[in-house]
């Protein structure tokens, strides 16, 4: 058996070589090999939108680890759709992954991470995952999944952001304020109709795009330099901009908060200490484990049909006391229980 095992990881190892070599170097595929520690009660897959590098995948994967325990054998698959989204990719992704399901175990419960893996395990549900449990998390497009929960076999966690809260606390600190800038791109989410939408919410703003993704970074840079207190800048996604440059999560926030002339709010946990000044934020990490505790609620014995979506994420209130510090923001006009981060 001992000798076995080890040529199935053998097999494993250089499967996951051959795919890196398949997509040119992208790794569309990584598995976690554990050691033998008892039964293995479960088989999770879990697909992200996104790669590893992307800073909300990291805390999502420990959320999912937490919940699940150390009996579920946890595998990924990442999609690295902030560095390659075309439809030549999403079909290399297809082939790849239908490849991959027919060549190990089946799964008991598939969990797909953010908005793209979300669609693309709906687009292909029958195909690949016709009589598997599909757990989302992090799909910002709060219709799109009810419609998709409709399926007995589909439920998960929306990540309903905090804009209303985030920008009624905004408002507070920039009475004169006029219009909301988000900052986005346009990679696939359901961000950009969230954020407009609460132009039916407050009124009396003008809710304006950046759309990084149509500007050269010296005119993203000069644009957002150029907003004063009239504006309430809301960092969104700045994950490619129109010269063709990627960032990461963190370098796009540095960048952009480096030139700011008035403090960038988020909604988001990550990037918190790279240059926003924060808000109402989700926690990756705690959906990402509401997301695993609904897998192991299937492996348990639990009809899926039974589990009902999660509209509201978990979240808190977080602020960076070095951007307090550089706008004059006194903690006195934050919420009481708000956590402070760069605290001396």
């Known amino acids: 058996m001992i000798e076995r095992r080890w040529i199935q990881k053998g097999y494993r190892i250089f499967f996951a070589i051959a795919l890196l070599i398949c997509v ?17 009660t479960g088989r999770v897959l879990f697909i992200s939108s996104y790669s590893y590098a992307w800073e909300t995948v990291p805390e999502q994967i420990r959320g999912i680890k937490e919940a699940l325990g150390a009996g579920v054998q946890l595998d990924y698959q990442f999609m690295d759709t902030k560095n390659v989204e075309t439809a030549e990719s999403e079909q290399l992704f297809y082939q790849t992954l239908t490849y991959y399901l027919k060549m190990v175990p089946a799964y008991d419960v598939v969990i797909v991470g953010d908005d793209a893996a979300f669609q693309f395990a709906m687009t292909y549900r029958d195909e690949l995952f016709a009589q598997t449990p599909v757990v989302f998390e992090g799909v910002n497009d709060g219709e ?5 929960a409709a399926d007995p076999l589909v439920t998960g966690v929306v990540e309903t952001l905090s804009y209303e809260n985030t920008i009624t606390l905004a408002k507070k600190l920039y ?16 961000e950009r109709k969230e954020f407009q939408y609460y132009d039916t919410v407050f009124p009396e703003l003008d809710f304006v795009e950046i759309d990084a993704s149509k500007l050269s970074q010296e005119e993203l840079k000069r644009q957002v330099a150029a907003l004063g207190e009239e504006s309430i800048l809301v960092y969104i996604m700045c994950s490619r901009d129109g010269d063709g440059n990627v960032y990461a999560a963190a370098e796009a926030i540095q960048m952009l908060g480096d030139v700011a002339q008035i403090p960038m709010f988020s909604i988001v946990s990550h990037g918190m200490g790279k240059g926003f000044l924060g808000g109402e934020i989700v926690s990756q990490e705690q959906m990402g484990k509401r997301a695993g505790e609904m897998a192991v609620q299937i492996l348990e ?16 209130y977080c602020f960076d006391e070095n951007v307090m510090r550089r706008f004059g923001i006194s903690a006195s006009k934050l919420p009481g229980d708000a956590v402070i981060i760069n605290h001396r």
């Open 24 to 40: 040119g170097g992208i790794p569309a595929y990584a598995e976690e090999l554990v050691p033998d520690a008892g039964e293995i």
């Open 144 to 148: 799109l999944a009810k419609k998709a």
């Open 175 to 190: 009475p004169d304020a006029r219009q909301v800038v988000g900052i986005l791109d346009d990679t696939v989410t359901g």
């Open 301 to 316: 014995g639990t009809d899926c049909a039974g589990i009902s979506i999660v509209m509201e994420p978990p979240k808190v």
